[in-house]
Nanobody, 123 residues
Framework: QLQFVESGGGLVQPGGSLRLSCVASGFTLDLFAVGWFRQAPGKEHEGVSCINDKDGNTNYADSVKGRFTISRDNAKNTAYLQMNSLKPEDTDIYYC????????????????WGQGTQVTVSS
C-alpha cells in the first residue's frame, strides 16, 4: 500500500516543541514535493508547509512561519516537521502527502496520505 506513516505527535504544553516524522511506505520520495497538512474535525486539510526535492525550497503557512521547520531525508524516505513555540491553536491531526514537485497550494493534487498523528497543545 502506498502511503505515509506519520509519528511524533502527542500532548505538549504551550511553548513546547514536537518533531513529527513521516515515512514513505511503498514508494520513494525522489522527485516528489512533500507537504505537511493539518485538519480539525469537520474542516478541510490546511496546508502547513511544503518542501521540494531538487532545490529544497520550502514554504510555510503564515500561522507557523518562524516556529515550524520542514526537512527531508530521501535516503531514509522520511520527512520531518520540527514544531517549536507551540500554541493551543496548533492542536490538530497532522498529515503528510506528496505531489510531483514543485509544491502546490492545491491540496487536491496531493496523494499517498497517511493516517495522521494527533498534536495537542494544552496546559
Amino acid at each position: 500500500q502506498l502511503q505515509f506513516v506519520e509519528s511524533g505527535g502527542g500532548l505538549v504544553q504551550p511553548g513546547g516543541s514536537l518533531r513529527l516524522s513521516c515515512v514513505a511506505s511503498g514508494f520513494t520520495l525522489d522527485l516528489f514535493a512533500v507537504g505537511w497538512f493539518r485538519q480539525a474535525p469537520g474542516k478541510e486539510h490546511e496546508g502547513v508547509s511544503c518542501i521540494n526535492d531538487k532545490d529544497g525550497n520550502t514554504n510555510y503557512a503564515d500561522s507557523v512561519k518562524g516556529r515550524f521547520t520542514i526537512s527531508r531525508d530521501n535516503a531514509k524516505n522520511t520527512a520531518y516537521l520540527q514544531m517549536n513555540s507551540l500554541k493551543p491553536e496548533d492542536t490538530d491531526i497532522y498529515y503528510c502527502a506528496v505531489v510531483l514537485e514543485p509544491c502546490s497550494g492545491d491540496t487536491q493534487l496531493y496523494d499517498y496520505w497517511g493516517q495522521g498523528t494527533q498534536v495537542t497543545v494544552s496546559s
